[in-house]
C-alpha cells in the first residue's frame, strides 16, 4: 500500500526535528503542500485557496504565493488564471508518458546497479523495504508512500548520474497524483514485497535487475483504472506546529 514517490532534492518534509527548526516559512508551506499532495492528503483537481492557507498556516498571503509559485514549477500543483491554484488532474494520456519515462529511466538504473551494489548499499535498500512493509501492515499508508518514494530516490542517488535523479524527481508527482486518481477502487496502490524482489535481482546482476524493475513499473501502470471519488480530510494538520526560522512576512 505504498506510492513511488520521491522528495525534491532541496526539500524534505521527512526532515529531523532539528532541521525542521531552520525552515522557513515558505519552505514550510512548500513541503507541507507536496508531502500532502504525495501521501493523498490533497487530492486531484482539488483547489488551494491563499487566504485559507494564510490562515491556516498563520503566515501572510505573499508567503503561501512564494510557496505556490515554487511548488508550480515542480509541477506539484498548477496556477490558474486570476483564481489561485489548484492540484493537478493527470489525464489517462499523462500515465501513459509517466510510466513510458520512468521504465526508461529506472530500468536503466537497475540494469547499471545490478550486481554492483555495495553491502553498505543492499543494507539501506533492505532497511528502506522493510520499514515501508512495517508502516503497511501497521495501517500507516502516509508513511509507507513515504518510504516507497525514499527507495526509489535511493536507487537514483546510488547510480551516482544527477540527471537521472532529476528526471526521476519531476515523475513522482504526477505518479502519485495518477495514484491518488486513477488506482482501482479497493486495491492497494503498490504490491509491498515488490521492493524485496527487486533488491534479490539486484543481486543477481544487471539483466535480472532491469527485469524486475520493469515488472515492477509495468504492474503499477496496470493497476490504474477509472478516476475514483475520496473523502477530503484535513491536508495540512500534521504540518501547522512545526517550527520555522525567521522570514519577513510582507502582507
Known amino acids: 500500500m505504498s506510492v ?17 527548526g531552520a525552515l522557513t516559512a515558505t519552505d514550510r ?4 503542500v507536496y508531502r ?22 498563520g503566515v501572510s498571503r505573499t508567503v503561501v504565493r512564494q510557496a505556490l509559485q515554487r511548488l508550480a514549477q515542480d509541477q506539484v500543483v498548477e496556477l490558474l ?18 510510466f513510458d519515462a520512468r521504465r526508461m529511466v529506472e530500468c536503466e538504473v537497475a540494469r547499471r546497479l545490478g550486481g554492483r551494489l555495495t553491502p553498505a548499499q543492499v543494507d539501506e535498500l533492505e532497511r528502506l523495504a522493510q520499514e515501508e512493509v512495517d508502516a503497511d501492515q501497521r495501517g500507516d499508508r502516509p508513511e509507507a508512500i513515504r518510504l516507497s518514494g525514499e527507495f526509489h530516490n535511493a536507487l537514483a542517488r546510488m547510480h551516482g548520474n544527477p540527471v537521472y535523479m532529476r528526471l526521476l524527481t519531476g515523475l513522482m508527482p504526477t505518479t502519485s497524483l495518477l495514484m491518488a486518481h486513477f488506482k482501482r477502487h479497493g486495491g492497494q496502490v503498490c504490491v509491498a514485497h515488490r521492493h524485496v524482489d527487486i533488491i534479490g535481482a539486484l543481486r543477481q546482476g544487471s539483466g535480472a535487475a532491469s ?17 475514483r471519488k475520496r473523502r477530503r480530510r484535513d491536508a495540512f494538520d500534521a504540518y501547522r506546529d512545526a517550527p520555522e526560522a525567521d522570514e519577513p512576512d510582507t502582507p
Open 4 to 20: 513511488d514517490t520521491a522528495l525534491p532534492p532541496d526539500a524534505n518534509p521527512a526532515a529531523s526535528d532539528a532541521e525542521a
Open 211 to 227: 527485469a524486475e524493475m520493469r515488472k515492477h513499473l509495468v504492474e503499477l501502470e496496470r493497476s490504474l483504472s477509472g478516476p
Open 36 to 57: 500532502a499532495v504525495m501521501e493523498h492528503r490533497l487530492e486531484p483537481g482539488q483547489r488551494l485557496i491563499e487566504e485559507a492557507m494564510a490562515g491556516e498556516f
Open 29 to 32: 508551506v512548500y513541503q507541507a
Open 81 to 98: 488564471h486570476n483564481r489561485g491554484a489548484r492540484v493537478p488532474l493527470p489525464s489517462e494520456e499523462d500515465a501513459r508518458h509517466v
